[in-house]
């Protein structure tokens, strides 16, 4: 379309784009509102493990913000602390799979040799639905932080190893890198130069979606009794606990059930609002 | 077109190879000794020793495996430690509620998620875009479970609208009280499904309705409807059924929490059984059972893309 | 002589922010029945917006007709309402498209395509549709109505599917046919098949056609009347012949001495060194399936050549003629299925990619899209510099290079540290070239280098191409589809088609003296050959 007329087009903002992002700014606070209440929350609020069974079941108001659970412990206290748990789990699952899926998929985009062998293995990991997969390997190898990460890691790598694979597919057939390969540069440059770049955008979107569902996924594999170890306050064991009282007490699930609403909420919201300014494009690709 | 139908077919195996081979391995290689597990607190260690050799543990790996994967070919998935029934029997007692769930799941998930997508897709920006993508983002966002208690607190504790738990088979029990009990487990289920296709059926419906054939049904004077269904619906169906496809992994996972929730007496709450219970053989059983539901649905989705896509050739 | 189509005083509004405020502004344009209106122009100048405007099929979100009428039939297309509008197109006016790919829909037969336009506007019964269809196929002079109707899209050809277009837009006999560059995405061979179609129909029928183009050549063919634009207004208009010879606007002088001559200007021949040679280089593509009997495509067959220092030698050929796969063994972009490619008696078409690299700097080549040939992320001295540091060049001495490049290719110095979105396309046709030389290669393949850009841009990059091999000294492959530019550029020149070679000679014995059919079917099939015969290239 444009030829010479449309030379000079100003460089949009796109930090100020997303700034102003409706679904960030909601998202942004809301996020920045938990992290601050969980990680300087504890400090005001009262012990979340200490038990006072006078005090059990009760509804929220006469005992403390979010009621009292079983043994008389704090919900709201609780809650603030399993925060902690729930972020944790959801950066770490974020960080270690993008970091495994690039590699893998930089692999199976670049070496051809290697490119069928993986992405079977992907294809294979992918029809093993996630939530059977972590609670089979909890359930097998103890309930432990590392053991739930790497559990909730597993069955999101191929997601990742498929996203980065069609971006170096695309971008290895795109003149530029054409260009670069005729003028002499070496395959592993052209990975750095050329092809890395146009996969972090990409991958910072499907970080934050990662993130989002990882917290999800660690809650119900805490409320399934396959999370966590019990006596840590995660929200998924917080929840776990308040099954049994449910029709008594529903307060016990929803707090927390809130919360991590709240949180996943706000992560997937900011993850929208990257993925319209960083490149609309990819929208359509994932999720 | 027949020889395709043979080679896609054929290249499911390796794939459910792969899935096999990781399930052994995880299982195999999962610390904690499977044998001592199933003899219990107070075992000697003959018990373990017994069960051991019961297991065919002592056999090297590659053997295990491939006498494991000759049962499984021969329709064998193993036999449950605990009530010593075989896996299949076991799936099998329990499959209807799970099937007639995920059924219903489906089935209203297409009927609310792709006329909420293609309206959001041709109204983009309108409010009621932005609220299709607000429901579908919170879809994303709340726990399954969750949202499944607040569906029991609001409608059955409440509203006394319907039944807080359990299951009714519509073949026994009639259809009435199967569809008290399912509604409101659906719903729940149906929630974060909604969200995937309603979402993927904006994003695939608007690509389409930027294409140059849109531009020509309406040179030729065609309605805006019509040119929704004819042309663009049409044209988006590919991707939204993929993604129906890829879903069942996430409704399978779906179903063992919400059959939790609802305490319905399915293939899911199996499987919470068998984990809390270390019952090696069903678990191994059940998720190859359902992976293979999973690479089964996605083959015949595969193929269903002829019928959508002339384009698409064998 | 009836005015079917009056456009007055239209104007077109660009949302805020861009570099103009009105996509069109003022326009002014009448059209008669039994008369083909050409709007001319070149990218940007609003003489797409002019037609979607009339079929008020306008991108909302972007553009919006601010001032003037449009009448049609009495009516006022910008104040009637939708229903209205959708009664008359179909039926009183009716538009074919640029590329017919993706003007019809790819998951209905064809036949049901040209059917839903009856469906729309008439009452007729499926099986007088079929017999209309029918008929309208044939009227089109497509072969076997009956099996073209129930076909894809994606199974005709490019040239079967602009009939299918215009069998559609025809069917109702609308009085106005809107045409926007409908034979721009085709071969030359076939653009002159649906341009003669065009005319011919159009006579028949009495229709008005308002025809969209970018290029003189068609203009000269089609054209009754010729409305000039640039930038949004009507520059000039006039009867063909009238503006053709007498162009008054320098605008438009300046877009007729753009259009390439037919006729090769006097070349020396080259006697130097041998810089490259090929031999029977072949390329088959899809060898085998999984039992054995895949589809198999003779991209390029036995084909040889000899490329000397300080020459072009151009290739010409249709679209899947194999001319690019050559060009893309000879850079081992690909790897050629069998041949040799001899540099200094190497042969490079044997080595592996490891031992290829140490050659790579020999051979330099120059895309057709310059929006894609840049990453946009890096600058564009980045982008130049990469070759020569690469190869050991120490970064000082690259970029030193890099700005002695930029001036040669007619730019500034100081832009070597903007990004390609800051460019025009000609612009990055430039620095692609600025590129490749930094490499100081021997030969220099040009792939369909020039295509992309408009006219006026293209017969600069063409002359500065020219300078640099000259200056340089290096032997040119250049590649492309079209015959005005290869005349004008090429020393010697070589036709394929259907990856295999149909003719070679110097380029004035091949064009003045064609020895084959189909060198002379795709020289006679140039569009405008009669009016544009003999100007001074």
Same mark, same amino acid.
């Given at each position: ?6 030379a ?31 990680? #300087? ?10 038990i ?23 919900? &709201? ?9 729930s ?61 739930? #990460?790497?559990a909730?890691?597993?069955?999101? #790598? ?19 890198v054409?260009?670069?390969?005729a ?36 809650a119900?594999?805490? &409320? ?13 064991? #917080? ?15 929803? &707090? ?9 909420l706000?992560?997937? &919201? ?18 | ?11 499911t ?7 096999a ?13 499977p ?13 373990v ?5 019961q297991?065919?543990?002592t ?6 495996f ?18 010593n ?67 029991i ?43 995937l ?14 294409e ?23 044209n ?47 678990i ?31 | ?5 009056d ?12 570099d ?22 070149e ?11 009339? !079929? ?44 017919? !790919? ?5 998951? !209905? ?6 059917a839903e ?11 007088q549709?079929?017999?209309?269809v ?10 076997d ?6 076909? %894809?899209?994606?199974q *005709?050809?490019?040239g ?16 106005? *046919? ?6 721009t ?20 029928r ?10 003189f ?9 010729? @409305? ?60 085998s ?66 031992? *290829? ?7 330099? @080549? ?11 992320r ?25 700005r ?6 007619g ?12 460019f ?13 030389l ?7 393949i ?10 006026s841009v ?16 290096l ?15 090429c ?9 295999q ?9 091949? %064009? ?5 059919? %189909? ?19």
């Open positions: 379309m444009s030829g010479e007329a449309a000079a087009r100003s460089d949009p903002a796109p930090l100020r784009i997303f700034l102003s992002h409706p679904g960030v700014l909601f998202g942004g606070m809301t996020l920045a509102g938990i992290v601050l209440l969980t990680g #300087i929350g504890p400090v005001f609020a009262t012990d979340p493990v200490s006072n069974p006078l005090n059990r079941l009760k509804p929220p108001g006469a005992g403390g913000f979010f009621g009292t659970d079983m043994l008389g412990r704090d919900v &709201f206290s609780r809650v603030l602390n399993g925060g902690r748990m972020l944790t789990v959801g950066l770490a699952v974020a960080f270690l799979s993008v970091t495994i899926g690039l590699t893998l998929g930089l692999i199976a985009g670049y070496i051809r040799s290697l490119d069928a062998v993986i992405m079977r293995v992907m294809d294979g990991l992918m029809s093993i639905p996630a939530i059977l997969l972590a609670i089979a390997m909890i359930a097998l190898s103890g309930a432990t932080l590392t053991t739930v #990460i790497v909730i890691v597993i069955p999101e #790598i191929p997601r990742v190893v498929r996203l980065v694979r069609s971006v170096v597919l695309t971008v290895r057939e795109e003149p530029y054409e260009a670069a390969i003028a002499g540069t070496r395959t592993f440059q052209i990975m750095r130069r050329h092809i890395l770049p146009n996969t972090v955008a990409p991958l910072i979107v499907q970080a934050t979606y990662i993130c989002g569902s990882a917290m999800l996924l660690e119900i594999l805490g &409320f399934l009794g396959a999370g966590i170890p019990p006596e840590i306050p995660s929200w998924g064991n #917080i929840m776990a606990e308040g099954r049994t009282y449910f029709q008594l007490t529903p307060w016990i699930i929803f &707090f927390p059930g809130l919360a991590l609403a709240l949180a996943v706000a992560v997937n &919201f900011i993850g929208d609002g990257l993925r319209d300014t960083l490149d609309p494009r990819i929208a359509r690709t994932m999720r | 077109m027949l020889n395709y139908i043979a080679v896609r077919i054929l290249s195996v390796p794939v459910m190879g792969i899935v081979l990781f399930v052994f391995i995880l299982l195999r290689l999962a610390p904690g000794d044998a001592a597990v199933i003899a219990g607190d107070y075992a000697t260690a003959e018990d020793e017994r069960i051991r050799q297991l065919g543990l056999d090297p790996l590659l053997i295990q491939f006498r494991w994967l000759g049962d499984i070919l021969q329709g064998d998935l193993g036999t449950s430690i605990f009530s029934k075989p896996v299949t029997v076991l799936i099998a007692q329990r499959l209807e509620p799970t099937l007639l769930l995920a059924l219903t799941t489906i089935i209203f998930s297409i009927l609310v998620a792709v006329p909420l997508g293609t309206i959001a897709a041709y109204r983009s920006g309108s409010a009621i875009d932005r609220l299709a993508m607000l429901f579908s983002v919170g879809g994303f966002s709340i726990p399954v479970f969750v949202l499944g208690y607040i569906l607190y609001v409608f059955s504790m409440q509203l006394k609208l319907l039944p807080v738990q359990g299951y009714k088979s519509p073949f026994t029990e009639g259809i009435g009280p199967f569809l008290s009990h399912i509604a409101l487990p659906t719903l729940t289920l149906s929630v974060i499904f909604i969200a296709i309603s979402r993927m059926t904006r994003a695939s419906v608007t690509e389409v309705l930027e140059d054939y849109i531009r020509t049904a309406r040179a030729k004077g065609q309605s805006e409807l019509r040119i929704l269904l004819r042309h663009a619906l049409r988006a169906a590919v991707p939204i059924v993929t993604v129906i496809g890829i879903g069942i992994a996430l409704l399978i996972g779906g179903v063992v929490v919400t059959e939790s929730v609802f305490n319905i007496p399915g293939l899911g709450r199996l499987v919470l059984d068998a984990v809390l219970a270390r019952d090696y053989p069903i191994q059983g059940l998720i190859l059972f359902f992976s293979f539901v999973y690479i089964f649905v996605n083959l015949i989705i595969d193929l269903c893309y002829t019928l959508l896509d002339p384009r698409i050739k064998y | 002589m009836t005015t079917i189509l456009i007055q005083d239209l104007s077109v509004s660009l949302p805020p922010g861009g103009r405020e009105f996509a069109i502004e003022e326009v002014s344009l009448t059209v008669d029945s039994c008369e083909i209106v050409c709007v001319v122009g990218s940007g100048s609003g003489k797409s917006v002019t037609a979607f405007s009339v !079929m008020g099929l306008l991108d909302r979100r972007a553009l919006n007709p601010v001032a003037g009428t449009i009448r049609l039939a009495d009516k006022d297309l910008l104040t009637i309402d939708d229903r209205t509008l959708r009664q008359l197109r179909g039926e009183r006016v009716s538009m074919i498209f640029q590329e017919p !790919m993706t003007a019809l829909n790819p998951v !209905m037969r064809v036949g049901d395509q040209i336009t009856l469906e729309i506007h008439t009452g007729l019964s499926s099986t549709r079929h017999a209309r029918l008929q309208a196929l044939a009227d089109v002079q497509l072969p109505p009956k099996s073209l109707a129930i076909s %894809y899209p994606h *005709l050809s490019g079967q599917r602009q009939r299918i277009m215009i069998a559609m837009a025809l069917i109702l006999e609308p009085k106005l *046919l809107i045409a926007d560059e409908p034979t995405a085709l071969d030359v061979t076939t653009q002159a098949k649906i341009l003669a179609l065009i005319k011919q129909l159009q006579s028949s009495g229709m008005g056609v308002l025809f969209i183009t970018h290029d050549g068609v203009v000269a063919e089609i054209a009754d009347r010729v @409305i000039v634009m640039q930038n949004g207004r009507i520059v000039e208009q006039g009867q063909v012949d009238h503006l053709l010879n007498a162009p008054k606007h320098p605008y438009t002088r300046l877009l007729i001495d753009a259009v390439p001559s037919m006729t090769p200007p006097e070349r020396r021949h080259s006697n130097d060194k041998e810089a490259l040679a090929a031999n029977r280089i072949h390329k088959i593509y899809g060898k399936g999984w039992f054995g009997r895949g589809r198999v495509v003779h991209a390029a067959q036995d084909i040889s050549l000899t490329l000397r220092r300080g020459e072009t030698l151009g290739i010409v050929g249709e679209s899947g003629s194999g001319k690019s796969t050559v060009a893309r063994c000879i850079m081992r972009l690909i790897d050629p299925t069998s041949g040799e490619i001899l540099i200094d008696s190497i042969d490079i078409a044997a080595l592996r990619q490891s031992e *290829l690299r140490r050659f790579r700097h020999q051979i330099q @080549i120059i895309f057709q899209d310059p929006y894609r040939s840049l990453n946009p890096r600058t564009v001295g980045d982008s130049i510099v990469e070759g020569p540091m690469n190869f050991g060049v120490a970064a000082v001495e690259a970029w030193e290079r890099a002695e490049l930029m001036e040669t290719v730019l500034s110095a100081e832009s070597l540290s903007r990004f390609p979105h800051q025009s396309g000609g612009q990055r046709q430039r620095i692609c070239i600025a590129r490749a930094a490499m100081k290669p021997r030969i220099l040009a792939d369909e280098a020039v295509s992309a850009l408009d006219v293209q017969a600069q990059v063409l002359d500065l191409l020219d300078d640099v091999r000259q200056e340089f000294q032997a040119m492959l250049f590649i492309t589809h079209d015959l005005r530019v290869a005349a004008q550029i020393d010697r020149i070589m036709v394929m088609q259907d990856g070679l149909v003719e070679r000679g110097s380029t004035a014995t091949v %064009y003045a003296n064609p020895q084959q059919q %189909y060198t002379r079917e795709l020289l006679a099939a140039a569009p405008g050959r009669r009016k544009f015969p003999q100007k001074v290239g």
